[in-house]
């Protein structure tokens, strides 16, 4: 659990958490965890967002098995020829990779799978449509931070989307766009690594520094 309810503090400290034990975790928490994800913005107040929530061992295993067919053919080549991204280090990089790795395997394990999906009806999906989805998944990733939970919010299995969608059983229509492995963590939460605000922030023009960042 984070040492306070301060939102700042549990946004800062929601790691993604790959690593994870299989125990069982009780349906209240992940009641939750779900109530904080309908509790986010969606465009014109729709709420399109549709919740699969998997305990099913076999169902996972089917899938796991395309993320990681991902992994091998285009996650794991491009962590090897990458460099570390801002506010990392060759080190730090490295153990990201060796914890990918790790979910990779494990995958199915993880006791609860919160499929995040859109039900687009007749619709086509668009580049905006992730806005109402998106959101409610970060609501849960902090939920789940502050009930002491792990989480990540991987889409690796969207390259398999067809097949993945189709283990899932998804209608006609609605379609997955993140899946949240949620479980107890086996490592600690602690700050998140990230480069300096200077780097990614422009006041007016694009390319000019805001003023008084570090």
Same mark, same amino acid.
């Given at each position: 659990?984070?040492?306070?309810?301060?939102?700042?503090?549990?946004?800062?400290?929601?790691?993604?958490?790959?690593?994870?034990? +299989?125990?069982?975790?009780?349906?209240?928490?992940?009641?939750?965890?779900?109530?904080?994800?309908?509790?986010?913005?969606?465009?014109?107040?729709?709420? +399109?967002?549709?919740?699969?929530?998997?305990?099913?061992?076999?169902?996972?295993?089917?899938?796991?098995?395309?993320?990681?067919?991902?992994?091998?053919?285009?996650?794991?080549?491009?962590?090897?020829?990458?460099?570390?991204?801002?506010?990392?280090?060759?080190?730090?990089?490295?153990?990201?990779?060796?914890?990918?790795?790790?979910?990779?395997?494990?995958?199915?394990?993880?006791?609860?799978?919160?499929?995040?999906?859109?039900?687009?009806?007749?619709?086509?999906?668009?580049?905006?449509?992730?806005?109402?989805?998106?959101?409610?998944?970060?609501?849960?990733?902090?939920?789940?931070?502050?009930?002491?939970?792990?989480?990540?919010?991987?889409?690796?299995?969207?390259?398999?989307?067809?097949?993945?969608?189709?283990?899932?059983?998804? +209608?006609?229509?609605?379609?997955?766009?993140?899946?949240?492995?949620?479980?107890?963590?086996?490592?600690?939460?602690?700050?998140?690594?990230?480069?300096?605000?200077?780097?990614?922030?422009?006041?007016?023009?694009?390319?000019?520094?805001?003023?008084?960042?570090?």
């Amino acid at each position: 659990m984070p040492e306070s309810n301060d939102v700042f503090e549990i946004m800062r400290t929601t790691r993604a958490m790959r690593r994870l034990k +299989p125990d069982p975790v009780p349906d209240e928490l992940i009641h939750k965890i779900l109530e904080a994800g309908i509790c986010a913005a969606s465009g014109g107040n729709r709420q +399109p967002w549709r919740f699969l929530v998997l305990k099913d061992q076999e169902i996972k295993k089917k899938v796991q098995a395309y993320y990681k067919r991902a992994f091998d053919e285009v996650v794991g080549p491009r962590y090897l020829s990458s460099a570390p991204p801002p506010g990392s280090s060759t080190g730090r990089y490295r153990r990201q990779h060796s914890a990918v790795e790790y979910l990779t395997d494990h995958f199915h394990e993880a006791p609860i799978w919160i499929v995040a999906c859109l039900d687009h009806g007749q619709d086509t999906p668009t580049r905006s449509s992730g806005a109402s989805i998106y959101p409610a998944v970060q609501n849960m990733l902090l939920a789940a931070r502050a009930l002491g939970l792990g989480a990540t919010l991987t889409s690796r299995h969207l390259q398999f989307e067809a097949e993945v969608e189709a283990i899932l059983g998804l +209608p006609t229509g609605v379609h997955s766009y993140a899946i949240l492995p949620i479980g107890y963590p086996l490592g600690n939460f602690g700050p998140v690594g990230r480069g300096e605000l200077s780097e990614f922030v422009y006041l007016d023009r694009w390319g000019a520094g805001y003023p008084g960042l570090a």
